[in-house]
């Protein structure tokens, strides 16, 4: 088993639509916790960033993570066809929070 | 201000020829990140450096990889001896702290290996 599991989709909504983007994980060492959007031939980009468990929100971005259950997620609301890109997420433990261990992403298509 | 730059941008090689990939990381960020990206295995974490400590090399998969970063700021991977499973895109990252959640990526370097 991954230490990160997360769906690759691809998955495709129709513009306007509210997206949910999960992750999976089985280090319970994990406290910092990571959204990363990654258009084609582009590097990530930090999208969200939480520490420990809870919700965080900015603009129509929002991350919660649930540390009981290993599960993190991200919501899109009014989602855009700007929006459409693969989506990583990303965690690390206390101690060596560099080092960041990544899903394998998963890609979203928005239609007009 | 400038991003984090990488070069090449692409680079074909034969297997078994030495290839070095350069990184530029942004102006006063003390800390920079080397990963790799595959299709089979997603983004890896390579190795780190921050400051004058000495680097984190656990994410190096084999001794025919290593990295430099020479005074405190431009950074070179260096693989040595390519293999045709060591094709995937190269992505550098530097942040302000070394803390999570200010990784900033440079574009990456696609290494395709013949």
């Known amino acids: 088993q991954k230490e990160v599991e997360q769906d690759p989709g691809p998955l495709s909504v129709p513009e306007g639509a509210i997206v949910s983007l999960n992750c999976t994980y089985s280090n319970s060492a994990f406290q910092y916790f990571m959204w990363y959007r990654q258009y084609s031939r582009k590097g990530p980009e930090l999208l969200m960033y939480?520490?420990?468990?809870g919700n965080k929100e900015d603009g129509r971005f929002t991350a919660q993570v649930d540390k009981s259950s290993k599960y993190i997620s991200l919501f899109i609301r009014d989602s855009q066809p700007s929006d459409s890109a693969t989506y990583l997420c990303a965690m690390s433990a206390w101690g060596s929070n560099y080092k960041l261990t990544f899903g394998k992403g998963t890609l979203l298509t928005v239609n007009p | 201000g400038a991003g984090v730059s990488q070069s090449p941008s692409n680079k074909v090689t034969e297997k078994g020829k030495d290839v070095e990939l350069r990184c530029d990381p942004i102006s006063g960020h003390t800390a920079l990140y080397w990963y790799r990206q595959s299709l089979g295995q997603g983004l890896e974490f390579l190795i780190y450096?921050?400051?004058?400590?000495?680097?984190?090399k656990s994410g190096l998969p084999s001794d025919r990889f290593s990295a430099e970063r020479t005074g405190g700021s431009v950074s070179t991977l260096t693989i040595q001896r390519t293999q045709q499973e060591d094709s995937a895109v190269y992505l550098c990252?530097?942040?302000?702290?070394?803390?999570?959640?200010?990784?900033?990526f440079g574009p990456g370097t696609r290494l395709t290996v013949t």
């Open positions: 939480t520490y420990s468990s």
């Open positions: 450096f921050q400051g004058n400590s000495a680097p984190d």
């Open positions: 990252a530097s942040s302000h702290s070394g803390g999570p959640g200010e990784q900033y």
